[in-house]
């Protein structure tokens, strides 16, 4: 019985760390950067300790299914998923803004590509239109 419980518990720990991590992994780190600096400079060297912690206390500990400083270390893990789950939203909204202002980037490099391919044809006009002009009025194929 024993046995089992050390099993469940640990499967429990390494899911928490695989869903927060699951979670985290689709943002960049810019992206979590700006908008949930907490997860790099606190709880991704955190979770760390933790399974470290948790490594030592089964190690030392042969009793460590009763020991408190083995379920406070899974508690500090739902409570790291908590605070993920709750930064998701706003992690999703400064992506889509990001998105957003790429895309009026691309368009104003669009409307800007344009012009100068518009300022090129004319002056290749006005070029032509001179050329034409000095051919006509001094007669240079003559």
């Known amino acids: 019985m024993e046995q089992d419980k ?28 700006k908008s949930f600096p907490q997860y790099l400079h606190t709880i991704s060297p955190e979770i760390a300790k933790i399974l470290i912690t948790i490594a030592e206390i089964r190690t030392n500990n042969t009793n460590f299914i009763n020991s408190s400083d083995y379920f406070t270390e899974i508690k500090k893990l739902v409570d790291f998923n908590m605070i993920v789950d709750y930064h998701i939203p706003s992690l999703e909204e400064n992506r889509k803004k990001a998105i957003v202002e790429e895309q009026k980037q691309r368009r104003a490099a669009k409307a800007n590509n344009l012009k100068n391919i518009f300022l090129v044809a004319f002056l290749a006009f006005v070029g032509t239109l001179l050329v034409a002009f000095f051919v006509w009025k001094f007669g240079w194929l003559k």
């Open 6 to 33: 050390s099993i469940l518990n640990d499967y429990l720990a390494s899911c928490l760390v695989s869903f927060i991590k699951t979670k985290v992994d689709q943002y960049s780190a810019e992206e979590l950067y």
